[in-house]
């Protein structure tokens, strides 16, 4: 029988408040301070699958690739379908020229949420390396109008490797 605090939700709201104060102290860069958050939600709602795969890519900003692929690999034992899951492993893979598991992995987040910038970018870059220019450059000039409209830091590159692609799918 589920705890009363349970319950009545209690946990649950603890939980959202602790993740609101990781995802500011991640924007700041306070890793440390996020991992301490995301921690304490966690406690409030162990194996919450988006609680898991948020404390991943905090961990694999952090340089910590075996604590990231552990929580990515938890948050996707809870729900198959956690987009960040696939995509922080996608990222993992990508980092190791593993460039079929990243292939694969960025797929899946893409079908997950066909309008992430990040993703499509990694997914473009895995084309690339590949050597299938031509979807690498299909993907990349999706990838740029939705970097663009998020004011993200990576449409600089994908500018860049926009040009490139065009050169090389040409």
Not at 39 to 58: F, K
């Amino acid at each position: 029988m589920p705890r009363l605090d349970q319950r009545l939700g209690l946990t649950r709201y603890e939980a959202d408040a602790a993740y609101k104060r990781a995802l500011d102290a991640y924007r700041k860069g306070d890793f440390d301070t996020a991992l301490d958050m995301l921690n304490a939600a966690l406690e409030a709602q162990p194996g919450r699958a988006e609680l898991c795969a948020t404390r991943g890519m905090v961990q694999l900003e952090d340089g910590e690739k075996d604590a990231a692929r552990a929580d990515f690999e938890a948050a996707l034992k809870a729900f198959a379908y956690e987009m960040l899951a696939h995509y922080g492993l996608g990222v993992l893979a990508y980092q190791d020229k593993k460039w079929d598991e990243a292939l694969d992995r960025f797929t899946r987040a893409l079908y997950i949420d066909a309008e992430r910038g990040e993703t499509l970018y990694y997914l473009a870059l895995t084309h690339y390396q590949k050597r299938d220019y031509t979807n690498a450059l299909a993907t990349m000039q999706r990838a740029l109008p939705r970097l663009e409209a998020a004011g993200h830091r990576g449409k600089t590159d994908a500018g860049r490797w926009l040009r490139e692609l065009s050169k090389l799918a040409g």
